[in-house]
């Protein structure tokens, strides 16, 4: 079986209440599928640490991409691949986006944005979880594509509800494209 690559993407500081809100229920409605699901993820802290966390708990599988000096380091367990890259920060997410089917983001600054620009233009499609951080700021104006080559789609999303239903359209897909090759 094929797995989805999910790319994560949130604020590096302390989130607010509503997007760790975000992550339980996100994390929840996936839960039976974490044999099908890998997230992968930039670092372990601010927003990262506590997906991670909850993440970890529920048995999915979560690869960290580390830039070169990240300020906390992610457990080491059974369930977690960590790879220190020794490159910058914007270098280490083109690999975060590059390696992901696609990218759902949970609110976030200039980090984030700069994730959504490069998954965009990798053609890997965008999931952006309304939350009142900058990235909000992409919805309505770069939607459903940022720019003439629609490379890929991106959605602006309220309801977690709505997430799980794109993803569990990425999953059916995938399937799909399994049984024919």
């Known amino acids: ?8 993407a949130g604020v590096s500081e302390e989130p607010e209440r509503n997007i760790l809100d975000n992550v339980r229920l996100f994390i929840d409605r996936l839960a039976d599928r974490s044999d099908q699901i890998v997230f992968l993820m930039g670092g ?5 640490r506590y997906f991670a966390d909850y993440a970890i708990e ?3 599988q979560i690869v960290f991409i580390l830039p070169d000096t990240p300020p906390t380091l992610p457990p ?3 369930n977690t691949i ?3 890259t020794d490159l ?7 690999i975060l986006c590059k390696s992901s089917d696609l990218l759902v983001v949970f609110g976030g600054r200039i980090g984030s944005i700069i994730e959504v620009l490069l998954a965009y233009n990798f053609g890997k499609p965008v999931l952006i979880i309304k ?3 900058e990235t909000d700021n992409i919805c309505g104006v770069y939607t459903p594509y940022i720019d003439q080559r629609k490379r890929a789609p991106v959605y602006c999303m309220d309801r977690i509800d709505d997430v799980i239903d794109k993803i569990n359209e990425f999953l059916e897909k995938k399937k799909y494209i399994e049984t024919i090759m």
Not at 1 to 8: A, F, H, K, N, P
Not at 44 to 48: A, D, I, P, V
């Open 1 to 8: 079986m094929e797995r989805l690559y999910i790319g994560v």
């Open 44 to 48: 372990y802290w601010g927003f990262m």
């Open 58 to 60: 529920k048995g999915f």
């Open 76 to 78: 080491n367990r059974e």
């Open 82 to 84: 960590i790879i220190n």
């Open 88 to 94: 910058g920060f914007p270098t280490r997410s083109t």
């Open 131 to 133: 939350s009142g951080y």
